[in-house]
């Protein structure tokens, strides 16, 4: 991230901060169920810019599509975020191996202490649990292809 990158995200999370819906919201202690609902995260600081532009938008009534989460913004600002390379790795290995999502789900809870409710919460897997995974289903593979 550039530094005018930097200060205008800076600048977007001070307006949000100082935003009457914001104050309202911790009032009520009702801020982070509002971002887990629409965003999928507790605080606003892991959102991309792009995200963060929607999150004011909504705030001020606008109509806002929150289909889909930015998670090439949110690599961006969080170099701990696992990349896209490492998603796709894993999952064509799952496919490789001939996993259910059942079998896929245990394995992935037994390594890294989180359930996968869903195929998009392998976005939820640091770069480090990735890359742990990767490495033991490649060792999987490997063992399976010499036996």
């Not at 001020?60 to 490492?86: C, H």
Request: glycine share 4%.
């Amino acid at each position: 991230m550039t530094e005018k990158q930097r200060a205008f995200r800076n600048s977007l999370l001070t307006k949000i901060h100082t935003h009457s819906f914001y104050k309202g919201a911790i009032q009520n202690l009702a801020w982070e169920e509002f971002l887990k609902n629409s965003f999928g995260v507790e605080s606003s600081k892991f959102l991309s810019i792009k995200e963060l532009i929607s999150l004011i938008d909504l705030m001020d009534g606008k109509e806002v599509n929150l289909n889909k989460p930015d998670y090439k913004g949110r690599r961006a600002i969080n170099s701990e975020i696992s990349t896209k390379k490492q998603i796709v790795k894993a999952l064509s290995l799952k496919d490789e191996l001939g996993w259910s999502n059942g079998k896929w789900r245990t394995f992935v809870l037994k390594y890294t202490d989180k359930m996968l409710w869903n195929d998009k919460m392998i976005n939820s897997l640091t770069k480090k649990e990735l890359t742990t995974i990767i490495s033991i289903m490649q060792k999987i593979k490997s063992w399976r292809e010499k036996n």
